[in-house]
T-cell receptor
Framework: DAGVIQSPRHEVTEMGQEVTLRCKPI?????LFWYRQTMMRGLELLIY????????DSGMPEDRFSAKMPNASFSTLKIQPSEPRDSAVYFC??????????????FGEGSRLTVL | AQSVTQLDSQVPVFEEAPVELRCNYS??????LFWYVQYPNQGLQLLLK??????LVKGINGFEAEFNKSQTSFHLRKPSVHISDTAEYFC???????????FGTGTQLKVEL
């Protein structure tokens, strides 16, 4: 079975440019999470969706960050404009939601973003 | 609110020695508990989980953890580590019901020859 698929795996861009990260969750999973990982701040939850609806976006750093989930099989995280402090590894994770839900997450390989 | 505390940010250990990574949690309701492992430049993988039943949980790669409700702990153990176990380990909890997973800050396990 295919796992969570993220693209691109690596992105290098210049300050001020728009960055779009993409995620395809595991088929049948209807919760999707975006995390950011840095050395300084560790693993931070940015936003999560249940059934394509954003439930908690309190972790989104500022208005430069936005996330969408137009359908059950695709989500994007956009940074516009990007800044050097946005450099991090961004992880997408998914989980099934419903009877027996335990909270277990299935992670993608991550997108490593470097903003120069 | 729930929280997870991993007191040790780094644990150095020699190969073939035993190791214990500590995890304590706080919650006013029942919890599900998880340990995830992150190898360098990779995503997080589930190592083991406690959902209910036996308090001793066995996971992949010879790891096990024991749920202790009275101590509110879920420590991870391995009787003999290998170089390949060098990674970061995250403890996490969930209360289910569509709520998010709460992660600890992680423990870097460094296995040395």
């Amino acid at each position: 079975d295919a796992g969570v698929i993220q693209s691109p795996r690596h992105e290098v861009t210049e300050m001020g440019q728009e960055v779009t990260l993409r995620c395809k969750p595991i088929s049948g999973h209807n919760s999707l999470f975006w995390y950011r990982q840095t050395m300084m701040r560790g693993l931070e939850l940015l936003i999560y969706f249940n059934n394509n609806v954003p439930i908690d976006d309190s972790g989104m750093p500022e208005d430069r960050f936005s996330a969408k989930m137009p359908n059950a099989s695709f989500s994007t995280l956009k940074i516009q404009p990007s800044e050097p402090r946005d450099s991090a590894v961004y992880f997408c994770a998914s989980s099934p939601l419903g009877t027996g839900y335990t909270g277990e997450l299935f992670f993608g390989e991550g997108s490593r973003l470097t903003v120069l | 609110a729930q929280s997870v505390t991993q007191l040790d940010s780094q644990v150095p250990v020699f190969e073939e020695a035993p190791v214990e990574l500590r995890c304590n949690y706080s919650s006013s309701v029942s919890v599900y508990l998880f340990w995830y492992v992150q190898y360098p430049n990779q995503g997080l993988q589930l190592l083991l989980k406690y959902l209910s039943g036996s308090t001793l949980v066995k996971g992949i790669n010879g790891f096990e953890a024991e749920f202790n409700k009275s101590q509110t702990s879920f420590h991870l153990r391995k009787p003999s580590v290998h170089i390949s176990d060098t990674a970061e380990y995250f403890c996490a909890l969930s209360t289910g019901g569509g709520n998010k997973l709460t992660f600890g800050t992680g423990t870097q396990l460094k296995v040395e020859l």
